[in-house]
């Protein structure tokens, strides 16, 4: 939303971003309830629709809902906890999937609960196996790519939100605009003018401010909150998985894989959005976390499975939040997880949120959700912007904003795929895969060798990078160059194997190519802990006599290379460093 201000109180807002910083427990709280107030809604209102909408009784609805929000805790805490390969380690909060409103209703149309829960599961599963082989898709789901669809999260959120300011009695027409402003400028004045301690208050002042003036009005429910029970369970509404694999099963599986690719490109999105926000500086995305945030949200799924209810999906708040107070504390998202967890035992409780008045919570909305555009639009640009990409990123969040606001033929839309192009993010997100796959298929060709990863292989990269060099009529300067950068980047990545104890153990795929007269290496090695991009950037920062060597090969390939970028994945390693021969001195991205 707004950088943070550099004011004495801010002394250490770099440091307070950082997921591992220990935030008091107080503080803490009042964080995590905030996110919890925009989470919850549609975690209960989602799952209460989709069951509502497909016929089903009272007391299965009852159980979707609690059985989500549990879920929905629960998946939190674990992405927050990181516990192995499942979790990001970073605060994302995790509710019910509203893409899959559509497709979980006609699943409980056609089969009830029980095929609901065997096409959940499915989903679940499709998310293991994409959490395994993220790397894949490094070249589909680019950051033009995700940091697009977080920019047409506001474009699909906003159109519902402003419905909430007319949903008002007719008597009192002035009551929404009044009540939604003031909530409106409290956040905004706060979050610009305030002290960072006061500063961190601000959405939840803003929603008691707004919600008083509601309550003047007679808008706030308060029979809601009185009716309510303290503590309660519903009944257990249980039902096994259909596992037949009928006629209906398989004819709900195509749209129940394409909804959970989508929600697996939101939480790619999210989870490179949060360690954006979440870190000083400008760090290179570690996607053994992204790995971890899609895997979790398997597990959560799986659970939601076989708990009879709907899928579950990222909501963005999170990062939201970090942007407007300035604390990622992972310990706010384990708190977080555990009221929404609390809270599905405390109906009163979930009363006194659920009872907020539509106009404010609107407004409350809208200032996160500008947040959210700003940070699709830095991960955009995050590693600088050609023309491609910038046509990339335009072409689908206009395709995005137009198929959302129905001016682009709604009559065929609402019946061509069940109407899915009708949600901008679906329609713009499938509009940048496809342009970046287009880009993609069409780059010149790859020239690729396979080697054991150890010593005995630089000779061998080498004459291959120089006969590379010799076929692409390049300069004797810039094959040099090529044949350096490879030296070095081979070096650093086996002095980091080594110092792993891996050396020798995996293997290098070597692919070099030509694109606008910028020779492009690709190293798909072994993996590492640390990231050659961030210690390029870091150069001259810290370090030893110990380091020595290392920083000279890092500040050769600096020299070198117009740009080092570095993806992490869980077992592998992918550099890929460009060469500028107009360049005489790089400049890594």
């Given at each position: 939303m707004v950088p943070q201000t550099s004011d004495a109180s801010d002394g250490s807002a770099a440091d307070r971003r950082h997921p591992d910083t220990k935030v008091p427990l107080p503080l803490t709280t009042g964080l995590a309830l905030q996110i919890a107030a925009l989470v919850l809604p549609g975690a209960v209102l989602i799952p209460t629709v989709v069951f509502?909408?497909?016929?089903?009784?009272?007391?299965?609805?009852?159980?979707?809902?609690?059985?989500?929000?549990?879920?929905?805790?629960?998946?939190?805490?674990?992405?927050?906890?990181?516990?192995?390969?499942?979790?990001?380690?970073?605060?994302?909060?995790?509710?019910?999937?509203?893409?899959?409103?559509?497709?979980?209703?006609?699943?409980?149309?056609?089969g009830g609960p029980a095929l609901l829960a065997t096409l959940v599961i499915g989903l679940a599963l499709f998310q293991f196996a994409f959490s395994a082989r993220l790397s894949l898709f490094r070249r589909i789901l680019t950051p033009t790519v995700t940091g697009t669809v977080m920019m047409l999260t506001p474009v699909t959120v906003m159109p519902v939100m402003f419905q909430?300011?007319?949903?008002?009695?007719?008597?009192?027409?002035?009551?929404?605009?009044?009540?939604?402003?003031?909530?409106?400028?409290?956040?905004?004045?706060?979050?610009?003018?305030?002290?960072?301690?006061?500063?961190?208050?601000?959405?939840?002042?803003?929603?008691?401010?707004?919600?008083?003036?509601?309550?003047?009005?007679?808008?706030?429910?308060?029979?809601?909150?009185?009716?309510?029970?303290?503590?309660?369970?519903?009944?257990?509404?249980w039902q096994a998985p259909d596992l037949d694999f009928g006629p209906a099963f398989w004819a709900s599986l195509p749209a129940f894989l394409f909804i959970s690719l989508v929600c697996t490109v939101q939480t790619v999105s999210g989870a490179t959005a949060i360690q954006r926000v979440s870190r000083a500086g400008s760090r290179a995305v570690d996607f053994r976390?992204?790995?971890?945030?899609?895997?979790?949200?398997?597990?959560?799924?799986?659970?939601?499975?076989?708990?009879?209810?709907?899928?579950?999906?990222?909501?963005?708040?999170?990062a939201s939040m970090i942007e407007m107070t300035g604390i990622g504390s992972r310990r706010i998202g384990v708190v977080l997880g555990a009221a929404m967890i609390a809270l599905a035992f405390l109906p009163k409780a979930l009363a006194v949120i659920l009872a907020v008045p539509g106009p404010v919570v609107a407004a409350f909305i809208a200032v996160t959700m500008a947040t959210i555009f700003i940070i699709g639009m830095k991960l955009v640009v995050q590693d600088g912007i050609d023309y491609r990409q910038g046509l990339i990123a335009g072409v689908a969040f206009g395709i995005g904003a137009s198929f959302e606001s129905g001016a682009?033929?709604?009559?065929?839309?609402?019946?061509?795929?069940?109407?899915?192009?009708?949600?901008?993010?679906?329609?713009?997100?499938?509009?940048?895969?496809?342009?970046?796959?287009?880009?993609?298929l069409?780059?010149?060709?790859?020239?690729r060798i396979e080697l054991p990863f150890d010593a005995t292989a630089l000779q061998e990269v080498q004459a291959f990078v120089r006969a590379f060099a010799a076929r692409g009529g390049w300069s004797t300067g810039m094959a040099d160059r090529l044949d350096a950068v490879s030296e070095e980047t081979m070096l650093t990545l086996l002095d980091r194997d080594e110092a792993a104890g891996e050396a020798g153990q995996r293997r290098l795929?070597?692919?070099?190519?030509?694109?606008?007269?910028?020779?492009?290496?690709?190293?798909?090695?072994?993996?590492?802990?640390?990231?050659?991009?961030?210690?390029?950037?870091?150069?001259?920062?810290?370090?030893?006599?110990?380091?020595?060597?290392?920083?000279?090969?890092?500040?050769?390939?600096?020299?070198?290379?117009?740009?080092?970028?570095?993806?992490?994945?869980?077992?592998?390693?992918?550099?890929?460093?460009?060469?500028?021969?107009?360049?005489?001195?790089?400049?890594?991205?």
């Open positions: 509502q909408a497909a016929g089903q009784p009272e007391n299965v609805v009852l159980w979707a809902v609690f059985a989500s929000v549990v879920a929905s805790g629960a998946t939190t805490m674990l992405q927050a906890f990181r516990a192995g390969r499942f979790g990001a380690g970073y605060l994302l909060a995790i509710g019910a999937a509203a893409p899959a409103i559509a497709v979980s209703t006609a699943a409980l149309a056609a909430q300011l007319e949903n008002v009695p007719a008597q009192t027409p002035v009551a929404a605009p009044l009540c939604a402003l003031t909530t409106l400028l409290v956040i905004v004045g706060l979050v610009l003018k305030a002290k960072q301690g006061l500063r961190l208050w601000a959405p939840v002042i803003g929603i008691v401010a707004g919600s008083t003036v509601a309550a003047l009005f007679g808008l706030y429910d308060f029979e809601r909150v009185a009716r309510a029970a303290a503590i309660g369970i519903p009944r257990v509404e976390a992204v790995q971890g945030a899609i895997a979790a949200d398997g597990a959560g799924n799986l659970v939601s499975g076989l708990a009879g209810t709907m899928p579950l999906g990222f909501r963005p708040m999170g682009v033929f709604p009559a065929h839309l609402s019946a061509f795929a069940g109407g899915f192009l009708q949600n901008g993010m679906i329609a713009g997100g499938l509009a940048a895969v496809a342009m970046t796959s287009f880009v993609e069409t780059k010149p060709r790859r020239h795929f070597l692919a070099v190519y030509r694109e606008d007269n910028v020779a492009i290496l690709e190293f798909v090695a072994a993996k590492g802990e640390e990231n050659l991009q961030d210690r390029i950037a870091l150069l001259g920062e810290a370090g030893g006599s110990d380091s020595l060597e290392r920083e000279v090969s890092l500040r050769l390939l600096r020299h070198l290379a117009s740009s080092v970028r570095h993806q992490q994945y869980h077992e592998i390693d992918i550099v890929t460093v460009r060469v500028d021969p107009s360049q005489r001195n790089g400049s890594p991205s």
